[in-house]
């Protein structure tokens, strides 16, 4: 009996208790819930390029050159020659009256937004707008768009991936070189 004693307090706190071990393994265990997490995905960062101005120099402006003869053009040096982006921009390009290189700026190696102002055959405006956004990659016209307003005064701001033109009316804002 005496050796019996010290087993049983032994087994009472230590908690070796078949008893116990069965109702222990036959509760459930509760596992945490997840956190459910709303929030909305963020725009996406500027890419690490920007526009960067063009010089114009006399009727050019990096790889484009204006012409006024017989009826005028916008010229980029393709592969397989002189390539007029003012066919892609209006159907009329032959009546143009002329052409004026108002600015040009370069996004990223391969993009450009060239800025032109037309006569268009004496029109009511005095002056025509265009934004013309170019790929020398694929060598094409991506987009243009007319710029709003009959001032000859064209202003463009350019800053990061974005770029401003404004002529009287609403600004034309691009992002990315890129026109729909």
């Known amino acids: 009996m005496k050796k019996?004693?010290?087993?049983?307090?032994?087994?009472?706190?230590?908690?070796?208790?078949?008893a116990d071990q069965e109702a222990a393994t036959t509760q459930p265990v509760e596992q945490p819930t997840p956190i459910a997490t709303t929030s909305e995905p963020s725009a996406p960062p500027a890419p690490s390029v920007s526009?960067?101005?063009?010089?114009?120099?006399?009727?050019?402006?990096?790889?484009f050159t204006v012409e006024n003869?017989?009826?005028?053009t916008l010229n980029y040096s393709s592969r397989a020659g002189a390539l007029n982006l003012m066919e892609a921009v209006t159907q009329d390009y032959e009546y143009l009256g002329y052409l004026t290189l108002e600015s040009a700026y370069q996004f990223g190696p391969d993009n450009y937004v060239v800025i032109v102002?037309?006569?268009e055959g004496g029109r009511s405006c005095p002056a025509t707008t265009y934004a013309i956004a170019f790929d020398a990659r694929g060598e094409h016209?991506?987009?243009?768009?007319?710029?709003?307003g009959c001032s000859e005064t064209v202003q463009s701001f350019a800053e990061g991936n974005k770029l401003m033109i404004k002529k009287e009316g609403d600004s034309t804002v691009i992002y990315n070189a890129h026109i729909e």
């Open 4 to 18: 019996l004693i010290p087993c049983c307090i032994f087994l009472a706190l230590t908690g070796c208790n078949n």
């Open 51 to 63: 526009y960067e101005s063009l010089l114009i120099s006399g009727d050019a402006a990096g790889p």
């Open 117 to 119: 102002s037309t006569g």
């Open 69 to 72: 003869d017989g009826f005028s």
């Open 141 to 148: 016209v991506t987009g243009s768009t007319s710029i709003d």
